[in-house]
Structure formats: structure tokens, C-alpha cells
């Protein structure tokens, strides 16, 4: 009999993990033929369509989608490399929003500066920061403190942010002028991105900038490196004299005003008004993004571009095939599943193990 | 206050928390053996959605449910193996799981119609109410706890059995020995591994029973989002639960009745003026305040927690 063993390699394999990713995404793709065939589409077709839209023909709405993700997945990154489980990104995405929202459209009648880009992005910018840093605060402090679990605490946070989100758009921060339809008004022209070409906004140049910034973090202060060491090893990180409490803190003030820029993009950049369609998941798409790119900040942006691009290609094949937009969500959930699954030929190697039983035999 | 508006609360809250029972004792079974699933909110949306398209195509609400638990213990199945056989991240695992549930029952709902049609808006069969002679007429009690349908009443069979089997059987003994120290287990020749995917299939089914009952008796049919979070609640109501399926009852019964009475100002918005959408926000502020409470009972009360070896994975060769 043959036995296949799992045998820890020394080394993590550097360049495995390519190709884990790339062999990830033929199997999810296998997987989501199956699926379109299902409901009636050429595969190859829709793959086709897919990735022209995406790739192509609308190229320019990929980076739109791709920059609240970068966003999102470099807050994921932050957390999770401490293995502290901000699953809050959502909720710390919406609050930026809205701070980033009421900032451009309230505060120009409390203060008098200048009309100028220069001065409103900036002042949007730290109030999404300081909003998400807030608001992932409160689970960072309960954690710290009580020992509250921080997955519950930050997901619950997330449908409070949501729902009192929409209580603005459709009520107390509702246009008059709007006719009965839902939504702010919309905020004035100098606290606009500017725009480069098609929608694509200056947001994406802000957050390549700010996953530079976050792998200086990571890579090269004391601070990153704290992060680090209690993700990987916590018994160590307790010996050598880590303050939990204060990192607890610092990671989640860091990782959520990450997040709280991904709102402040989307809405400075994109939608230019509260309304219906800041929630849309890039919160729970920026988990995938950090994983799938082993946490690392520049991974981030690929794979930000990646994902975007499925959903973009995920749209095309509603409009263009009246198929379920819903195709490149399950893509991303199973691009993610094999990745986990597949991830222990990167810290294992396979064996076969030869039972002694031949070496005693005497025939 | 009349009693007949209580009953009718108390009534709604027993089958609205009902789901969450379901759910909440199956991710007790399997964090007891020591595995996190995260997934519940996945799985809960998957069996809802191919539980209902199975009722409904089969004309038998039965073969819903049983169609529903077999993917909610083929989901567990994945789980398990990504987690156990491959080493995943048990965190990330469960996550992914519900990202891709909650894509794929969105898929699937718009594809498992008539003719590869939609499912949303049609009715299809459904548990009704029956009231059980004699117990039903007991003041209060009877028109709340004994009239009701057919899967609340197995619900009360799976909390009654669950908490059996848990204290007072060997093999209870053994799951709740995985949890806490699987070494131990393993030098007394308990199979760890295949235990550990038992319960996280078993686990998986009743999850998966739980998302059967939303689309088949409480909320009947099929629409996007149907679940609304409650997987993420029954982790929560876990943690409330200090891993005891009687105290997870008594938090999914707290539940329901939010539910229940977010229900009742909904419809009669006319003399209290709070918005639908700060009075949909109410489980989810509990949730927290319940989180809360509960860490700082188990911590200054020495509430029993939870089990030792939860979300750690186990590896002969290593050590922890």
C-alpha cells in the first residue's frame, strides 16, 4: 500500500504561490463553466465577453472598481497580518462615505476656505480617515479590554453602518430637491476627484500611494513589525514584551482608515452624492483581495485589478447575455476556496511513503 | 397590553428564532470538536434556496428539507476537508464559503425556476401551523409552544436530543474531548480526524435545516438576501450560548422576539414615528450588546468558554 504524506518543506516555496493562484483560477473557472452552461450560455463565449469587457472594451470601469478594492484589501492586509479578523471593512467603507459625504456638503456653510480641490480633498480625505478609524475603534477597544470577540463585533458593525446609512439617503439627509427619489444632494464641484478618463478618477493614484505606504509600514518600521510578530507568533511577541493592547488599537485605527478612504473615493470619485449603491460588497471582496494576494501590499493591486475585472466581465454577461451578474461573485468566492485548499503544496510537500514491509521480506 | 397581542408575539418570536436554533445547535456541535465554521451564513442561504427550488419542484416541502441538509453537509464536507485534510485557515475557510454561498444562491435563485427561470415570487409548498389536540388549549402556553408548524416541533427534538447526546453519551464525551484537547482524545484512540469531520457535517445539515425552515415555514419563498445576516447572528448566539444548546434556545427565542417586534411597529408605524430602517438595525445593536455581556459574564463569572482547541488545527507531528 501507498501512503501520501504531507512533510513540512523548511523553506516556504517563493514562487509556488503563482502558481497556486493561476491553477486556482482554471479550477474556479472549470467550476463557473459548469454554471454558465447551466443556465443555458456558451462557456467560451461568455468567458470571451467576459474578459473583453473587462479587459478592454471597458477597461476604464475595471480601474474604477478596482480602486475602492485596493482600498479595502490593504485594510484587510493591515488586520489580518496580525491575525486580528477585521471583517468590518464594509461598515468602515460606509462611514468614510458618509463623513467624506456630509464633510463636502455641510461644512462649506459652517466654514469659509477656500472653493478649491486642494483644500476640500484633503479635509474629505481625514474626515474618512478619522470616520472609519472611529468606527473600527469600538470593536479594537471592546477587544482589547474585554477579550469581545472582534469577527462578531466588527460584522455586526457593518450592518449597523449600513442601515443607518441608508436611514441618511432616504430620510434625514435626503435632497428636497430630489423629487421623492432617494438620495443626498449632490456635493459641490471642488471637493470632486478630478477625472483622468472615463471614470476613472484621481482615487486610484491615492491608492497605489497608499499601498506604498502601508508596505513601508509593514516592511520597514518597528511598528510593522510588531504587527507581524503577533500575527505569526504570538507566544513570542508576549515574551518579548509586545503591547497587545496598544497594537490591538494602532492596527485597527490603521486598517480602518483604509477602509474609510475606499468610501471617501467612492464617493468623491464616483457617485458625487449619497445614495443607494456604496454597499455593494467591495468590503467582503477586499478579504479575498488581501488573501489571494498572501497579504502584501502591492500583491493588493493586482489582484484588486484581477477581481475588478470579474466584476466588470460579472455586469457584461448580465447586459450583454441576461445571465446572473452573480457569475463573477461565485468566481471570486471559488478562486478563493481553491487558493485555501491549495495552499499547503506552498508550506507542505507531498510524499509517497513506501512501507518498510519490503525491506523485510526475504523473497 | 392584552394577552392575546403577547401570545401573538411570543408566538411569532418561537418561529422566527426557530431558524436560528436550528443553525445555532449545529455550529455547537461542530466548534465543540474544535472547528471554527464561519460559513453559516453561506450555508444557511444555500439550503433557503435549494431547499425552496427542491419543495417547490417536488411539490413536497419534505424533500426541501432533506435536500437542504444534504447541502448544508456537503458544504460542512468542504469545510472540513479545506480545514482538516489541507490545513486551511479555519477563519478564512468559513469566509470564503460565504462569499461563495451567498454569489451562488444568488445564482442559483434566478436560475432554478420553471424552465430555468427565476425562483423569486412563486409560492411553493409550505409548513402550516398544526395545532396538537389537548396540549394546544393549555392558557398561554398551548396556542405559543403547541401550534405551530411541524419543524418547530422538531426543533424541540433536536434541543432535547442535542443535550443528551452532548452529557450524557460516550460519544458526547468523546466531541466535547476533541474540542477541548485533541491530543488527549487521540492518545485514548479517539479518531480526531474523522470525528472532526462527522461534526462538521452534521453540523453543516442542521445549518443548512435552518436555512430550509426560513424559505419552507417562516419567511415562505425565495428573495436575494433572504437569510439578512442570521449566520452571522448564530455565531454570536454561540458564543451566548457558552456552547450549551438549552442557553442557545433561550438567545435565539431573544431574537425573535426583536424580530417579532419590529414586525409588530413595522405594521403599525402610525403611532410610534422611528424609521424602518434604524428599527432594522436592532438584532445587530443586540448582537453587539450581547457579545459584549456575555465575554464579560464568561470572564468575571467564570462562565464556561469556549472550547479549548477551537479554530486551532490539529497535526500529529507538530506540536501547539
Redesign the interface.
Known amino acids: 500500500m501507498i501512503h501520501l504524506k504531507?512533510e513540512?518543506r523548511l523553506e516556504q516555496s517563493r514562487y509556488s504561490f503563482v502558481g497556486v493562484l493561476v491553477l486556482s483560477i482554471v479550477l474556479a473557472l472549470l467550476f463557473g463553466a459548469l454554471?454558465l452552461a447551466?443556465?443555458?450560455a456558451n462557456p467560451f463565449v461568455a468567458y470571451a465577453e467576459m474578459a473583453k469587457s473587462a479587459f478592454y472594451s471597458d477597461w476604464k470601469e475595471t480601474l474604477v472598481k478596482a480602486t475602492p478594492l485596493i482600498f479595502t484589501g490593504l485594510s484587510v492586509t493591515v488586520a489580518?497580518r496580525m491575525r486580528f479578523?477585521n471583517?468590518g471593512a464594509e461598515g468602515q467603507l460606509v462611514v468614510g462615505g458618509l463623513a467624506a459625504a456630509g464633510a463636502a456638503l455641510f461644512l462649506p456653510e459652517i466654514v469659509t476656505l477656500p472653493e478649491s480641490p486642494w483644500v476640500w480633498i484633503p479635509i474629505m480625505m481625514t474626515a474618512s480617515i478619522l470616520a472609519g478609524a472611529l468606527w473600527a475603534l469600538i470593536p479594537a477597544l471592546?477587544k482589547a479590554f474585554?477579550?469581545?470577540?472582534e469577527?462578531?463585533?466588527t460584522?455586526?458593525?457593518n450592518?449597523?453602518a449600513i442601515?443607518?446609512y441608508?436611514?441618511l439617503y432616504?430620510?434625514a439627509w435626503k435632497d428636497p430637491a430630489g423629487r421623492g427619489f432617494p438620495g443626498s444632494a449632490r456635493i459641490p464641484s471642488f471637493t470632486k476627484l478630478p477625472r483622468f478618463t472615463g471614470r476613472v478618477h484621481l482615487g486610484i493614484v491615492i491608492a497605489v500611494i497608499a499601498a506604498i505606504l502601508i508596505w513601508v509600514i509593514m516592511s520597514k518600521t518597528r511598528q510593522g513589525y510588531e504587527f507581524r510578530l503577533i500575527g505569526e507568533n504570538p507566544t513570542a511577541a508576549r515574551y518579548a514584551g509586545v503591547n497587545l493592547f496598544r497594537n490591538i488599537i494602532l492596527v485597527m485605527i490603521l486598517s480602518g482608515g483604509m477602509a474609510g478612504l475606499a468610501g471617501f473615493s467612492e464617493i468623491s470619485g464616483v457617485s458625487f452624492k449619497l445614495q443607494q449603491g456604496l454597499a455593494v460588497g467591495y468590503g467582503?471582496?477586499g478579504?479575498?483581495v488581501a488573501?489571494l494576494a498572501r497579504l502584501n501590499p502591492f500583491g493588493v493591486i493586482l489582484v484588486a485589478l484581477l477581481l475588478a475585472g470579474l466584476l466588470v466581465g460579472g455586469d457584461e454577461l448580465q447586459m450583454s447575455m441576461q445571465l446572473?451578474a452573480?457569475?463573477?461573485?461565485?468566481l471570486?468566492?471559488?478562486i478563493?476556496?481553491f487558493v485555501?485548499?491549495?495552499?499547503?503544496f506552498t508550506?507542505?510537500r507531498l510524499r509517497v511513503v513506501q512501507p518498510p514491509v519490503a525491506l523485510t521480506s526475504g523473497d | 397590553m392584552n394577552a392575546d397581542l403577547i401570545i401573538s408575539i411570543l408566538s411569532i418570536a418561537l418561529v422566527a428564532g426557530t431558524s436560528l436554533v436550528f443553525a445555532t445547535i449545529g455550529e455547537i456541535i461542530t466548534e465543540r470538536s474544535g472547528i471554527l465554521n464561519?460559513g453559516v451564513e453561506g450555508i444557511m442561504i444555500m439550503g433557503a434556496v435549494i431547499g425552496f427550488a427542491a419543495a417547490f419542484h417536488s411539490e413536497s416541502a419534505w424533500i426541501g428539507v432533506v435536500v437542504a441538509m444534504l447541502v448544508g453537509g456537503l458544504l460542512g464536507f468542504?469545510h472540513a476537508?479545506?480545514t482538516i485534510t489541507?490545513?486551511?485557515?479555519q477563519?478564512?475557510?468559513g469566509?470564503?464559503?460565504t462569499?461563495?454561498?451567498?454569489?451562488?444562491a444568488?445564482?442559483l435563485g434566478?436560475?432554478l425556476g420553471p424552465e430555468?427561470g427565476a425562483l423569486v415570487g412563486l409560492t411553493g409548498p409550505r409548513f402550516t401551523e398544526i395545532s396538537i389536540p389537548i396540549l394546544s388549549e393549555i392558557p398561554i402556553i398551548g396556542p405559543i409552544v403547541f401550534n405551530q408548524d411541524i419543524l418547530v416541533y422538531l426543533m424541540y427534538v433536536v434541543v432535547i436530543a442535542a443535550t443528551y447526546f452532548l452529557y450524557h453519551t460516550r460519544s458526547g464525551l468523546h466531541l466535547r474531548a476533541i474540542g477541548e484537547s485533541p491530543q488527549t482524545a487521540d492518545a485514548m484512540g479517539v479518531d480526531v480526524f474523522r470525528l472532526r469531520y462527522l461534526y462538521t457535517i452534521v453540523g453543516g445539515m442542521l445549518i443548512g435545516l435552518g436555512g430550509a425552515h426560513l424559505s419552507l415555514a417562516y419567511t415562505p419563498g425565495w428573495s436575494e438576501n433572504l437569510t439578512g445576516?442570521r449566520g452571522?447572528i448564530v455565531?454570536?448566539l454561540v458564543?451566548f450560548a457558552s456552547w450549551n444548546p438549552w442557553r442557545a434556545v433561550v438567545g435565539a427565542l431573544l431574537f425573535g422576539g426583536v424580530n417579532a417586534i419590529q414586525f409588530r411597529m413595522q405594521a403599525s408605524s402610525t403611532d410610534i414615528a422611528i424609521?424602518a430602517?434604524?428599527l432594522?438595525?436592532m438584532p445587530?445593536?443586540l448582537?453587539?450588546v450581547i457579545?459584549?455581556l456575555t465575554?464579560?459574564m464568561q470572564?468575571f463569572n467564570k462562565l464556561i468558554g469556549a472550547p479549548a482547541a477551537l479554530g486551532l488545527p490539529y497535526n500529529r507531528?507538530?506540536r501547539h
Do not use: C, H
Open positions: 504531507f513540512k454554471l447551466y443556465a443555458g489580518f479578523w471583517i471592546l474585554l477579550g469581545v470577540n469577527i462578531i463585533t460584522l455586526m458593525f450592518y449597523i442601515f443607518y441608508q436611514f432616504t430620510d467582503f471582496t478579504i479575498i488573501w446572473p452573480a457569475v463573477g461573485e461565485v471570486q468566492g471559488m478563493l476556496l485555501l485548499g491549495a495552499d499547503i508550506r507542505y | 464561519l468542504v476537508f479545506l489541507l490545513r486551511a485557515e477563519v478564512v475557510t469566509l470564503a464559503l462569499i461563495m454561498g451567498t454569489g451562488l444568488s445564482f434566478q436560475e430555468g445576516g452571522w455565531i454570536a458564543i424609521p430602517t434604524l432594522n438595525m445587530y445593536l448582537t453587539v457579545a459584549v465575554t464579560w470572564r507531528e507538530e
